[in-house]
């Protein structure tokens, strides 16, 4: 299984992004959908899951901002608003808590 994320760019302060991931290969959906994040110098974090059941959770950092979306089978989003500095990190999308895409990079400049 294979995910790709797209979508990442630079973008000013207060500004919005929406990041894709799409799974391939041998899988006929994803259950549990994620992103996580790393900031530059560091450590990965947890952002947002959409579970099957349509339960969503975010990190407190990004709770009103971020807008997680189960877009169908195999495929899902991240819906940034109100981006701020510390939002700057490489976004990766994680599908069933052991699929992970190859990140995309979001800056945020201020």
């Known amino acids: 299984v294979q995910l790709q994320a797209s979508g990442g760019g630079l973008v000013q302060a207060g500004g919005s992004l929406r990041l894709s991931c799409v799974a391939s290969?041998?899988?006929?959906?994803?259950?549990?959908k994620a992103w996580y994040r790393q900031p530059p110098g560091g450590q990965r974090e947890f952002v947002a899951v959409?579970?099957?059941?349509?339960?969503t959770t975010y990190a407190d950092s990004v709770k009103g901002r971020f807008t997680i979306s189960r877009d169908n089978a195999k495929s899902w989003s991240l819906q940034m608003n109100s981006l701020k500095p510390e939002d700057t990190a490489v976004y990766y999308c994680?599908?069933?808590?052991?699929?992970w895409g190859q990140g995309t990079q979001v800056t945020v400049s201020s």
């Open positions: 994680v599908g069933d808590s052991r699929y």
């Open positions: 290969g041998s899988i006929y959906s994803i259950g549990s």
């Open positions: 959409a579970l099957r059941n349509g339960a």
